[in-house]
């Protein structure tokens, strides 16, 4: 089943906006990452948070890990349209190998 | 960065045929690579885990005598999809771990469709 729970599903925002996903998850982790799929295609790793981390910034990427909450956010600042893609949190688990992904959110960028 | 490729890129198959879809890793080996489905609009389900030499584990409901995984090498999985029919229909991705636990590097995928 899906560790991770992410809202929302779409988000749909004007050009140089910033977008904002969450995702929640259940169990202890080791790190969390997040992904961008654009359609029909492979995965793109943008970013991955480790759990003893709180906040980390890659460009215009900024993404939060809240262990308490179990529960992160990442954020796209002054967005564009080629920012237009599903967006997806995975969990590793810890003692696991493997990651579970979330549901995604699909965002669009409009011009 | 570490570089999956997956061949090929799409296939379309008659129902009751078998199709086997490659999973590579160019530039570093991987001992464990990882295969997994996705349906239109949907998130990524891990399938299995394969591990270089030895049988992949499947994850809960997933066939393992229609879903044949061979990892004869460090830098090659297979995934073949036995008898196929058209619910087989689906986006199929792996990817490879690198040398640093947890990392894994994906491939670009194969979109699969029985008719």
């Known amino acids: 089943s899906q560790q991770g729970e992410e809202d929302p599903q779409a988000l749909s925002i004007q050009e140089g906006e910033n977008a904002t996903m969450n995702c929640s998850y259940k169990t202890s982790i080791n790190n969390l990452q997040w992904y961008r799929q654009n359609s029909g295609r492979g995965l793109v790793h943008l970013i991955l948070?480790?759990?003893?981390?709180r906040e980390k910034h890659s460009g215009r990427l900024r993404v939060t890990l809240d262990t308490s909450k179990k529960s992160s956010s990442l954020l796209i600042t002054a967005s564009r349209a080629a920012d237009t893609a599903s967006y997806f949190c995975a969990t590793a688990l810890q003692g696991a190998q493997k990651l579970v992904f979330g549901q995604g959110t699909r965002l669009t960028i409009n011009p | 960065g570490a570089v999956v490729s997956q061949h090929p890129s799409w296939v379309i198959c008659k129902s009751g045929t078998s199709v086997k879809i490659e999973c590579r890793s160019l530039d570093f080996q991987a001992t464990t690579m990882f295969w997994y489905r996705q349906f239109p609009k949907q998130s990524l389900m891990l399938m299995a885990t394969s591990n270089e030499g030895s049988k992949a584990t499947y994850e809960q409901g997933v066939e393992k005598d229609k879903f044949l995984i061979n990892h004869a090498s460090l830098t090659l999985s297979t995934l073949t999809v036995t008898s196929a029919h058209p619910e087989d229909s689906s986006f199929y991705i792996c990817s490879g771990e690198g040398l640093a636990f947890y990392e894994q590097y994906f491939g670009p995928g194969t979109r699969l469709t029985v008719t």
């Open positions: 948070i480790r759990s003893n981390e």
